[in-house]
């Protein structure tokens, strides 16, 4: 990675880690991934954006392997889904050989254009919910 990738990345993280992740989950209709902590085994809560297509919410990560959630998704694909106040079982798959660009325009305007902005690594997922 570039030192200028590698310092927008620590400089978005740590901004999304302290101030935008803390107040984006805090409001009821903000959609949420919930992992399993690949070391700790606890529920991490993490703001996303998405969209639901039938049985199954798509999203694209703007890091890629390098997101603390995408590596949670590698050691346990069981996640969770809040998608307008109700929480969704499913199981998350990376999909590499998507057009994440292609894809975000699919996706709600908002969050796709901060993902295409900061964004160095987009990687698409699915996640197929079970109920």
Known sequence: MSRYREIKFRA??????RIGNPILSRLPQQTLLETTGRKS????????GGRRIG???WFVSEYGEKSQYVRNIQAHPQVRV?????????????????DARARL??????????????????????VDLSD
């Not at 978005?12 to 880690?17: A, L, P, W, Y």
């Not at 085994?41 to 996303?48: A, E, F």
């Not at 969704?88 to 998507?98: F, L, Q, V």
């Open 105 to 126: 325009k699919t996706l709600p305007r908002l969050n796709s254009t901060a993902v295409r902005a900061v964004g160095t690594h987009l990687l698409t997922f699915r």
């Open 41 to 48: 085994g606890l529920p991490r809560r993490t703001p996303i």
């Open 12 to 17: 978005v993280t740590s901004f999304q880690r």
């Open 82 to 98: 809040r998608i307008k106040g109700r929480w969704h079982a499913g199981i998350a798959h990376p999909i590499p050989e998507d």
């Open 55 to 57: 049985r199954a919410f």
